[in-house]
């Protein structure tokens, strides 16, 4: 994640760096073990599972009338 309107250059390295530090055994075994699910990609792979995931929970959130006690 970056702001918005971050110079492309700037996305890519921090892409770049991202995926370099997840193809690291020590940092895929401290996620895992946490029960996170690693998996790098390219940013607009990451933000169309973004985008994705945000559709996906407007509708699972919206349908009901959840209130809490």
């Known amino acids: 994640m970056a702001p918005a309107h971050t110079p492309q250059d700037i996305v890519m390295r921090l892409n770049r760096e991202t995926n370099a530090m997840l193809r ?7 996620l895992a073990s ?6 790098g990609s390219a940013p ?18 919206a349908g009901p009338k959840l209130q809490l006690q």
């Open 44 to 61: 607009a792979e990451f933000a169309a599972i973004v985008k994705r995931d945000i559709q996906k929970w407007v509708k699972a959130t």
């Open 24 to 30: 690291s055994a020590q940092v895929r075994d401290k």
């Open 34 to 39: 946490q029960g996170a699910e690693v998996a």
